[in-house]
């Protein structure tokens, strides 16, 4: 890791003051950060530690919805009684990932920014990443790219968001608030992560000189019906290979609103609006369940080593939804 | 080299090694790293330090007791642990939060010392495997892998017990894991050996020991119950 500053500050005001250095990074869980400054991928002269700062509570507003602070840790959020009963969802989605020791050093804040677990970008031996170096090349296009994205991924970057915590934002219609000198702007998740494009070195639309100081959720419609599902490699502590949230609001056996929203497989948690629309109206039989599983990949473009993900997701949509109408 | 060390009952690995020539040289040489609190508080609003990577000074709380160390910002808590203090029951692993072997307490809670800086942690209760119990008055987590064979090499048992103490707290406080059946249902956590699984996911060992640290939990959780 190479030497930086560290400066500690307690007012958001002065968190804000010190983005104005493009080579400062915040730092609150760490543990995407200073796996990402051991490796030599971020290399920031200033750290500025917001963990003290007063963005840690989670509190129901008036109007039914929740604001969650950017502070509060994975482990809290989960198991918050509030976010357990009405965002069973959520509480699923984050301990479907990391381990329990970075769940409770992770904050939400931080889960936003997560970067992709690329091998490519994450090893600076390959030089060929446009991620990390714009302009260098992919070597994810022609390499191993088992992990890598089947949907919305561009000629520059093919890599994926590794977050379980987003797909279920996602899926809740979450609202990033972000201040900045300017002011605090309200981002809705579905325009939060971009796609890669010309410019996969953004992961978010999140400004440099912006914090992010809360996620607030509407008033939940879904947490009768909704489920997480993961697959991966192995049964705990491993990044999705296809994750899927399912949100259902049923009107007796038909479907009054849908969510499906897809990890592992883009850039950014996948909505599978497509899919949402051949839902609604609909009674959950087979046949609509199929029919959903096949337009919520409409647009796949496998490489060498994940065409698998193509019927992965296909089938794990249908499980989702399955469990979901359970529930 | 002592050869009373070689007989004494219950050696050390660790005393042996410090005593052995190369590693005595080292620290010979190196300037004092560490005294015993001292009337100056750091303050806890940090200024930023004028040469990038200068030590500063930070003050830790580890086992009850106080440590104030010179630390380059970048140190990890892990090798302030190690290195710096001397306690060396914490161990690196994999130094990139996968393995789980630096696992330990921050005000009760179990982290990866790896992927924590030393100077983010002042004001904080820090446990490590040394502050748990020792060899006359073992942590019943300790007895359980003892009894059990929780372990066979034995280099990831820190972090596994430091970890399987939090984890039974955890599952007191009703916390909830991927193994919970209905995240929405209030009440105890039944500690099902796929909890305990899901639970310890975070402390790999490469021995394959698992049989024996499932076991030890589940006695352990079943004495505390």
Redesign the interface.
């Known amino acids: 890791m190479r030497a930086f500053d560290y400066v500690r500050v307690k007012r958001v005001d002065d968190a804000i003051a010190a983005l104005a250095d493009p080579d400062t990074r915040c730092l609150a869980g760490g543990t995407n950060l200073l796996d990402l400054m051991k490796g030599y991928v971020v290399q920031p002269t200033r750290l500025v530690d917001i963990t003290r700062l007063p963005l840690a509570g989670i509190r129901v507003l008036p109007d039914g919805g929740v604001r969650i602070g950017a502070l509060v840790s994975n482990t809290d959020l989960a198991n918050d009684r509030t976010i357990r009963e009405r965002y069973p969802l959520l509480s699923q989605a984050l301990v479907a990932g990391a381990s329990p020791q970075l769940r409770n050093m992770a904050t939400v804040g931080g889960n936003l920014l997560q970067r992709t677990r690329c091998h490519y970008f994450t090893d600076v031996a390959f030089a060929a990443c446009n991620k990390r170096t714009p302009g260098a090349g992919c070597a994810a296009r022609e390499g191993a790219n088992r992990i890598h994205a089947i949907l919305g991924a561009s000629e520059q970057c093919i890599a994926v968001h590794p977050s379980d915590m987003c797909v279920a934002l996602a899926a809740l219609d979450a609202v990033v608030e972000a201040q900045s000198r300017s002011g605090t702007r309200r981002i809705p998740m579905s325009e939060f992560h971009r796609l890669p494009g010309t410019t996969p070195e953004r992961d978010t639309e999140l400004r440099r000189d912006e914090l992010i100081t809360a996620v607030t959720l509407p008033p939940s419609t879904f947490a009768d019906h909704s489920h997480y599902l993961k697959v991966r490699d192995r049964a705990s502590y491993a990044f999705a290979l296809v994750s899927v949230a399912a949100a259902l609001e049923m009107a007796g056996d038909r479907v009054r609103d849908a969510r499906i929203v897809l990890g592992g497989v883009a850039h950014r948690p996948w909505r599978a609006v497509g899919a949402e629309k051949a839902l609604v109206g609909q009674v959950l039989d087979e046949a609509a369940l199929a029919a959903a599983g096949a337009a919520a990949t409409d647009g796949a473009r496998p490489y060498r080593d994940n065409a698998f993900k193509v019927t992965l997701a296909q089938r794990a949509v249908v499980r989702a939804l399955r469990d979901a109408a359970r529930t | 080299m002592n050869p009373r060390w070689l007989t004494a009952k219950g050696v050390a690995r660790r005393r042996f090694l410090c005593g052995s020539g190369a590693l005595t040289a080292a620290l010979a040489h190196s300037p004092p790293l560490f005294a015993e609190a001292s009337s100056n508080p750091p303050t806890?609003?940090?200024?930023?330090?004028t040469n990038?990577?200068a030590a500063?000074r930070v003050r830790l709380n580890v086992n009850g007791h106080q440590y104030d160390l010179m630390l380059?910002?970048?140190v990890?808590l892990l090798d302030a642990l190690r290195e710096h203090i001397g306690l060396s029951g914490t161990k690196k692993g994999c130094?990139?939060?996968q393995c789980?072997a630096c696992?330990v307490l921050v005000n009760d809670?179990?982290?990866?010392a790896c992927?924590?800086?030393a100077?983010?942690h002042e004001g904080d209760r820090i446990r490590t495997v040394e502050g748990l119990g020792d060899a006359t008055a073992l942590d019943p987590v300790q007895a359980a892998f003892i009894a059990h064979d929780g372990f066979q090499c034995g280099y990831c048992t820190p972090g596994q017990i430091c970890?399987a103490v939090?984890?039974l707290e955890?599952a007191r406080?009703?916390?909830?894991?991927?193994a919970?059946p209905d995240?929405?249902r209030k009440g105890p956590v039944e500690l099902t050996d796929a909890e305990i699984?899901?639970?310890m996911?975070?402390?790999l060992c490469r021995c394959g020991a698992y049989a024996g640290i499932v076991a030890a939990l589940r006695d352990a959780a079943g004495r505390r119950a």
């Not at chain 2, 806890?44 to 330090?49: A, E």
């Open positions: 806890r609003d940090r200024q930023v330090t990038p990577g500063v380059e910002p970048r990890t130094d990139r939060g789980g696992t809670q179990r982290i990866n992927l924590a800086l100077v983010a970890s939090a984890m955890e406080r009703d916390t909830v894991s991927a919970t995240v929405r699984r899901e639970r996911s975070g402390n």
